[in-house]
């Protein structure tokens, strides 16, 4: 049971480490930028990013307001998809913003939401 938690935890620190170096690349910072802006040195940064050690809470919300991001957007675009079903238009795209989706879904704001 032990080994299947840790396999578990490592997949999510996983998930948030590529939901971050995305946002990296996206916006053009650099480990040092990041890490500065989180109080990190270069091995701590390196480690989180590379998800060799999780990213906590205060970083997570540091990094939301860095990238100007919602904080649930470090757990990737399947993060609701266990909570939120819905049948797409034949006339068009699902058009569905996220506080739609939190409402579809009866889940609290996003402020603090973590698996």
Same mark, same amino acid.
């Given at each position: 049971m032990e080994t299947m938690r840790k396999l578990v935890v490592s997949e999510h620190r996983e998930k948030v480490a590529e939901e971050v170096r995305a946002l990296m690349g996206r916006h053009r910072v650099s480990q040092k930028a990041l890490g500065i802006a989180l109080g990190l040195g270069q091995s701590g940064i390196s480690d989180r990013v590379n998800g060799k050690v999780p990213f906590d809470v205060d970083e997570l919300y540091a990094m939301a307001e860095f990238f100007d991001? /919602?904080?649930?957007? &470090? &757990?990737?675009?399947s993060f609701l998809s266990g909570y939120v079903t819905?049948? /797409?238009d034949p006339e068009g795209p699902l058009q569905l913003s996220l506080d739609d989706a939190l409402d579809a879904a009866k889940l609290p704001s996003p402020t603090l939401c973590l698996i």
């Open positions: 991001v /919602p904080v649930v957007t &470090f &757990f990737g675009s819905a049948v /797409p």
